[in-house]
T-cell receptor, first 113, second 114 residues
């Protein structure tokens, strides 16, 4: 089945130790998004790629970076995780055109020790 | 400015009872509207969406939603709730011109009592 896959599902890192989260999709969608979701809150958009064009949200900390080496994969890099970065990280994809419906992956739960 | 309001933070419903989750939006034109459901520790699953046409939209898992332009609402309903429906429900809006991002409501947590 076509889907959005996130690896790992659970990630534990130490304070200040770089971490990379992975997202892949088989939907062949143009747009890939990264969201941060803290407990009992709505997802917060960090950035998105429209094809190879990177679009950063104004309030996304510099500590968060992203790479999209090809259509199928997108990575979220947290350069120096702080305790406040512990959250669920959600990847989503969409066509980017017309009725632009976003489809979400299962998420990666990040714990920072 | 676009916004979505979900007035109920928590709702408790008895199993087998009917459910209505409220969603109000603010947007200058007709938006695209979505309901997503999130089970604990999971991603968001699309329940249904409204773009145009019939204002009563059917979704998965027996859910439906009705778009009411006059009330700027898009309430989610289910005639008979199952224990497995306990989850967080998010209403979201997207503008209808060009490429626009989703604007989420704050979510409603549904608890189902036996």
């Amino acid at each position: 089945d076509a889907m959005v896959i996130q690896n790992p599902r659970y990630q534990v890192t130490q304070f200040g130790k770089p971490v990379t989260l992975s997202c892949s999709q088989t939907l062949n969608h143009n747009v890939m998004y990264w969201y941060q979701q803290k407990s009992s809150q709505a997802p917060k958009l960090l950035f998105h790629y429209y094809d190879k064009d990177f679009n950063n949200e104004a309030d996304t900390p510099d500590n968060f970076q992203s790479r999209r080496p090809n259509t199928s994969f997108c990575f979220l890099d947290i350069r120096s995780p702080g305790l406040g970065d512990a959250a669920m990280y959600l990847c989503a994809t969409s066509t980017g055109t017309g009725m632009n419906t976003q489809y979400f992956g299962p998420g990666t739960r990040l714990t920072v020790l | 400015a676009q916004s979505v309001t979900q007035p109920d933070i928590h709702i408790t419903v008895s199993e087998g009872a009917s459910l209505e989750l409220r969603c109000n939006y603010s947007y200058g034109a007709t938006p695209y509207l979505f309901w997503y459901v999130q089970s604990p520790g999971q991603g968001l699953q699309l329940l249904l969406k409204y773009f145009s046409g019939d204002t009563l939209v059917q979704g998965i898992k027996g859910f439906e939603a009705e778009f009411k332009r006059s009330q700027s609402s898009f309430n989610l309903r289910k005639p008979s709730v199952h224990w497995s429906d306990a989850a967080e429900y998010f209403c979201a809006l997207q503008g209808d011109t060009g490429f626009q991002k989703l604007v989420f409501g704050t979510g409603t947590r549904l608890l189902v009592s036996p």
